[in-house]
Structure formats: structure tokens, C-alpha cells
């Protein structure tokens, strides 16, 4: 590189008035060279100074200093002085190819009176041409203890370098060839002194991230402490922690150290197509960014770290047994583009961070799964304490074969099923049978009666709850769509629903996907839900107290129960499976019974269904002494027969309807409607209305 106009102006004063030097100049030269040198702990400053020096022995243009790689036997151009110009700085040659490579080699000058005459070493004359120059001399670089290579001078000049000159310049660079040994040293030192000093700091950092792994627990608090440590050793203003989310195939922003503007938010979901993180991510291999390449990206994520003053940006892959986790990322708002040192530094550490991510994730995995056993390990106590209305179907009759039959047909899919039926017609029973024929019968079904649970705590029974979540969570719940994850999920009484409850319902059903209350983390399913109630969904529809969406989505097969007085054929197997059931119980022997007993439960309403029969034949069996079952007969003698009973009560409900589209001649709606003197909705009166057959032209 060019020393400046000062050394030009040397040069340029010195070329008409030079002579050989007498002995006691060429001593006083030996001595400023000795003294120079002494002052130099660099090749370029050292060169700088000797060009001036040698200047007072020989006329030359250019000065350059040639060395010998002994690793890759190649000579190196280390460093030029020039008063004109130079088109390269540093350049490499085989031995052969270089003028400077035969005098390392033969240890003699080589001088080029006319270069437009030399042969040889085509590569280098030819940069000396382009340079101007029309003559040069090399002459060998050497030490009493090796051999360095050479000091090359060229000039503008032919025949600039006589006899006398090169064995002057020749007694002068054994001097000079002490002083490049010297520096040379020197600048080895310092050079192993800054690596020493990198690497000190490197194995610092490491000590205090592994301390850091070590004495924290807490995600965040762990990442603070990274944070700080690679702070001290590079310097950077925004650290980031993504989590590959293969469900969501995006990443999590698990952690983030940065003081901006909100833009990148902690759990964010950052796509992995255009992002840097994805681009370090997809190859396996750490990458640099600067603001040109940020720009490139032409994302959402790109932009927004652009928005947040980001200049540059270093991105390392997760790594653990070639396992892809996610990146570790720091950037700078200004300042110098990361370097290769920075870029290994920041891979060192994250392959630490790495195992500690592996951990973390498997510990919340191991969390979650404690956390969903125990909760079914307590469900399942619950349901094995409760009392179960069956243990298996009974009963023959034609109406609930057709049921049975349904059930066979959709259990194998995964449909939505929706149970209808009058209370105690045993929905529950027909959902574990849907279960039990299913591919989720080795899962669980979960439970969830709508109509027990406060309308306030459905949400938090339903997709659980973190711990602050609302007064009085003291601590995170696991909701029941988690715990049926995998199995069947039985919503009985599905219609108490609240309304502002079921947009959240309807897209588990429809996305598998929920939060839990107080939680920004989506959490993915994959549920069969079977639907039960005792209500006209239609009706509630048709008033706008449940969406049609929801009901759509759960109707997908629908399965209505037949009430029990429509199949009177299974009272007597049902009485009998109860008595002995109960008999056992009871550690009572009933044999048989009576006729009058059995005629009297066959022919009454039961408009409590299977429910209320199971409870008449308990107290029978402990009103029960004997072998034969005692019923109190006049209990049921007295009540309506079971046919007699609902044809009464349609015909009744039919008059009090007909009388009062009468009294209003067929007006429905209104303060003086039909609908308003029966304490009816419009929409339900006319739901009535259909059902009964009611027709103003018969009426």
C-alpha cells in the first residue's frame, strides 16, 4: 500500500543525485536501519520506514517484502511501499513462479535489467508492467537462523539496479531481514496473546452459561442470565430464543431480551419461511444477516425487525443428536456487521442452550403427562365410585335395536354424535357403547354434565385453567378436552350451555384447538366428542339461545332414545336384572316376581324412564323379606296407564292451544297473542303448534 506523499517526495527528490555509498555512509545507514527497526511491532509501518532508508542507497519505485508460507510452500506478498499506483495488496505464487521463490531457494540476487526482455515469471512481470516499472532486483531475506524469503525493489527506470548497488542493498538486508524476523515475532505474540485472551473469554462464557444452566430453574429467569453472560464477551442489543413447533410448523418465540417497541412479542408464532431464524433453521448451519439481507426477506418478521432499527444479525441452529430445535439469535441496532468469531462464539453456546431446551421440553412434556395422569387417575376413581345405571344393554325391543343398530353403524368413525332422549332414557349408557365399539376404546371417556357445573367454572371444567387465571386459581388445572385427548369426550346435557360459551366449543370441535383460561399457548386435540340432551335443540335454535353452527356441528349423526313407555317389552327383562343386582347388594335371595307385581310395572307411564324404574325396584328390594319381590301395587294402580297417560296429556295441551288461537283469532305474537296468554315464546308455540298437527282449516 502506498506509504503517502512523503515518501513519494523522497523518492522523487533522490532519483537524479544517486551514488554509491562510501563505508562510513553504508555504517551509518547499518546503524539508522538497526536503530528504525527497533520501533516497528508492523510489517507495513516497518517498510514504510526502511524505504526511505534504503532510498539514500539505491533508486527504486516500489519496495515490497516476499515471503515463505512453509505450510502451503507458497511465496506471499505481505506488504508494498509504492510512489505510484498498486493493484494488488496481497498475492500468492508458487515457489517456481516467483523471482522471490528462487532467491529463497538459491540465497543469491536476482536482478532484471529490462523486464520487457525477461521470459520468465510471466505472472509477476506483468504486474510490474502494469505498474509502470522497467526493471527490478530481489534479493534473499535471511536470518543466521532461516530463511524468510525476499526484499524486492522495482523502478520505473531500466538498468536502475548496477552491480555495486544490489551488493550494497545485499549488505543492508541482512539487517533489514532481522528486523522483519523481529516483527514478524512480534506480531505471532500478539496475535497468540489476542487468541489466548478470545479464548480465555470464550471458556469464561461457557463456565457462566453452564452456571447459569445449572442454578436456574425458571425458563425466563434462565435466559435472562444467558443473555447477560453473551453480552459481556459480544456486544449486542437483542437476544432471542425460538422453539420449533412442529404441530404448528412455525416457531415459538420462547424468550426475548430486547427493550423496543413491542414488535416481536415473547410467543409469538414466527413463520419459518422467510425468517432468518427458519433460513439458520432449514440448513443446519449458523448465518449472518446484515440490513440488505433483512430487507431481502420481504416478511412480516423481516419488516418488523426492521421497524425495531435492527442493522445486523447473527442466527445460530438448536442442535441436539441432530435433532433441529429451534435458533438462538442476537443483532445490533448500528455498530460493525457480526463477525466469523462471533458467529462461533454464539454456536458454542448455543449447544449448550441446546440441551438445556431439550430439557426443558421434555420436563413440560413429563409435566403435562404427570399432570393429565393424575387428573385422570382422580376422574377414574370418581367414576369407579359411581354407580352406574348398567353394566350392558337389556332389553329386546324393536325400538332399541334400531338404537343399537345406530350405534354399531357410527361407533367405528369419529363423527360427532348427538344422544336425544327424555331423562333417564340411559344417554350415558349409549355414549360408553359408542366409546367401547370405537378405536378410542383403549383411551379414555371423559364426562362432563353441562347442567351441574356453575356457568362461571364450565369454561375453566371444560379447557382448564394457569394459575392466576381468575380469583381463586391457585393453581394450574388441566381441563376435561385435554384429558379425553385421544379418547371420546361425553357432553350430557349439552343444550345448558352458555351461549357466550359455545363460539369456544364450536371451534374445538371444528379446529381441535383451544387456550386454557389465562394461557396464550394454543393447545391442539384430537377428541371425539358425543353430545347428550333432554332438550328440543331445535326450539333453542329457532328462540336464539344455541347457535345453529354448534348445533350443525354436533348433529352430525343423531341417535333419539326411545322413552320407556314406548317400549314396554323391556320392563320385565330391566325388572329382573335390577332385582338381582340389588338383591346381591343387599345380600337378599328374591326368586321370582309376582304376576299382578310385573302387570302393574308393564303397564305404568315411568316418565322418569329406565331412571325411575331402577329406583322403584330398590325399594322393592328392601321392602322385600321374602323370596318373592314385594311392590307396593297401589302405587302404581293408581297412575295413569303408560299410553293412557301421554294421549291425555297431548290431548289436553292440544285443547289449552286450540282455545287460545281461538279467543285470538290465530294472531301468535303481540301482547295479546296466543303465545303470550300461554306463557309461550312465539317460536315454541309454533313449534307446538307442528308437533300437535294444528291446523286453522280443521281447527
Known amino acids: 500500500m ?17 551514488r554509491a555509498c562510501a563505508p562510513d555512509n553504508l555504517q551509518q545507514i547499518l546503524l539508522d536501519v538497526s536503530h528504525a527497526t527497533a520501533s516497528h511491532r508492523d510489517l507495513q509501518s516497518l517498510l514504510d520506514e526502511l524505504a526511505g532508508l534504503l532510498r539514500r542507497v539505491a533508486r527504486f519505485d516500489r519496495l515490497a517484502i516476499v515471503l515463505h508460507d512453509p505450510e502451503r510452500d507458497v511465496m506471499r506478498l505481505h506488504t508494498i511501499v509504492s510512489i505510484g499506483p498498486t493493484y494488488l495488496t496481497t498475492l500468492e505464487l508458487p515457489v517456481a513462479d516467483s523471482p522471490a521463490g528462487l532467491v529463497w531457494q538459491t540465497q543469491r540476487p536476482f536482478v532484471v535489467p529490462r523486464i520487457d ?15 509502470g516499472m522497467r526493471s527490478f532486483c530481489v534479493l534473499p531475506l535471511t536470518t543466521p537462523l532461516r530463511r524468510l524469503g525476499g526484499l524486492s525493489f522495482a523502478s520505473q527506470d531500466e538498468d536502475a539496479f548496477s552491480d555495486a548497488d544490489v551488493e550494497i542493498l545485499h549488505e543492508l538486508t541482512s539487517q533489514v531481514a532481522l528486523a522483519v524476523d523481529n516483527t514478524l515475532h512480534h506480531e505471532a505474540a500478539e496475535q497468540a496473546q489476542h487468541q489466548l485472551a478470545w479464548k480465555r473469554d470464550r471458556l469464561q462464557l461457557l463456565l457462566d452459561v453452564n452456571n447459569a444452566l445449572v442454578s436456574n430453574l425458571d425458563r425466563r429467569a434462565l435466559f435472562s442470565a444467558i443473555s447477560a453472560c453473551l453480552r459481556r464477551v459480544v456486544s449486542h442489543d437483542y437476544t432471542s430464543l425460538a422453539v420449533y413447533d412442529a404441530d404448528r410448523k412455525a416457531f415459538d418465540m420462547w424468550a426475548i431480551e430486547f427493550e423496543g417497541k413491542g414488535l416481536i412479542k415473547e410467543h409469538m408464532l414466527v413463520p419459518v419461511a422467510g425468517s432468518p431464524a427458519g433460513v439458520a433453521f432449514t440448513t443446519g448451519e449458523p448465518r449472518r444477516f446484515e440490513r440488505a439481507d433483512l430487507v431481502a426477506f ?21 442442535t441436539v443428536h441432530d435433532r433441529r430445535l429451534g435458533t438462538l439469535s442476537i443483532a445490533r441496532l448500528g455498530g460493525e456487521p457480526f463477525t466469523a468469531c462471533d458467529t462461533e462464539l454464539l454456536a458454542s453456546v448455543a449447544s449448550q442452550v441446546a440441551f438445556s431446551v431439550e430439557n426443558s421440553l421434555a420436563f413440560q412434556e413429563i409435566a403435562e403427562l404427570k399432570d393429565k395422569l393424575a387428573a385422570e387417575k382422580v376422574y377414574l376413581e370418581d367414576e369407579i365410585r359411581t354407580e352406574y345405571n348398567f353394566e350392558e344393554v337389556i332389553g ?6 334400531r338404537v343399537l343398530h345406530q350405534v354399531e353403524t357410527v361407533a367405528p368413525t369419529d ?18 357403547a359408542i366409546h367401547d365399539l370405537s378405536r378410542r376404546r383403549q383411551r379414555t371417556l371423559v364426562k362432563v354434565n353441562c347442567a351441574a357445573i356453575p356457568t362461571g367454572l364450565l369454561e375453566s371444567e371444560l379447557f382448564g385453567h394457569e394459575r392466576g387465571a381468575f380469583t381463586g386459581a391457585i393453581a394450574q388445572r ?20 352458555p351461549l357466550e360459551l359455545q363460539p369456544k366449543l364450536l371451534r374445538v370441535l371444528q379446529e381441535q384447538e383451544f387456550e386454557r383460561l389465562g394461557s396464550t399457548r394454543t393447545r391442539r386435540v384430537h377428541v371425539r366428542v358425543v353430545a347428550a340432551t333432554n332438550r328440543n335443540l331445535d326450539e333453542m335454535v329457532a328462540e336464539g339461545t344455541f347457535r345453529n353452527d354448534l348445533y350443525y356441528r354436533l348433529n352430525v349423526f343423531p341417535i333419539t332414545l326411545p322413552p320407556l313407555r314406548e317400549r314396554p317389552e323391556d320392563i320385565p327383562p330391566l325388572v329382573r336384572y335390577f332385582v338381582q343386582k340389588f338383591a346381591r347388594r ?8 309376582p304376576a299382578d307385581a310385573m302387570a302393574a310395572l308393564a303397564q305404568y307411564a315411568w316418565p ?6 331402577e329406583n322403584a325396584v330398590e325399594r322393592a328390594v328392601i321392602l322385600t323379606s321374602g323370596s318373592a319381590l314385594r311392590v307396593p301395587l297401589s302405587e302404581f294402580r293408581a297412575r295413569p296407564a303408560a299410553l293412557t297417560g301421554v294421549a291425555t296429556l297431548e290431548a289436553t295441551e292440544r285443547q289449552a292451544i286450540l282455545r287460545a288461537l281461538h279467543d285470538t283469532n290465530w294472531v301468535l305474537g303481540g301482547p295479546h297473542g296466543a303465545a303470550t296468554r300461554l306463557g309461550l315464546k312465539r317460536t315454541t308455540l309454533q313449534s307446538r303448534i307442528r308437533k300437535l298437527g294444528i291446523h286453522r282449516s280443521t281447527a
Open 2 to 18: 502506498p506509504s503517502g506523499t512523503d515518501l513519494g517526495a523522497v523518492m522523487s527528490e533522490a532519483r537524479g543525485d544517486h
Open 117 to 131: 526482455e525477461e521470459p520468465g515469471f510471466s505472472e509477476v512481470t506483468r504486474i510490474l508492467k502494469a505498474e
Open 298 to 318: 420481504e416478511s412480516e418478521v423481516g419488516a418488523a425487525l426492521l421497524a425495531e432499527g435492527i442493522q445486523s444479525m447473527c442466527t445460530v441452529p438448536l
Open 396 to 401: 329386546q325391543s324393536p325400538a332399541l335395536k
Open 415 to 432: 363423527s360427532a354424535v348427538l344422544i336425544c332422549g327424555e331423562t333417564g332414557t340411559g344417554k350415558e349408557l349409549i355414549a360408553r
Open 478 to 497: 388441566i381441563g376435561r378436552f385435554e384429558l379425553a385427548d385421544g379418547g371420546t369426550l361425553f357432553l350430557d346435557e349439552v343444550g345448558d350451555i
Open 586 to 593: 343387599m345380600n337378599k335371595r328374591v326368586e321370582t316376581v
Open 608 to 613: 322418569g324412564n329406565v331412571r325411575e324404574l
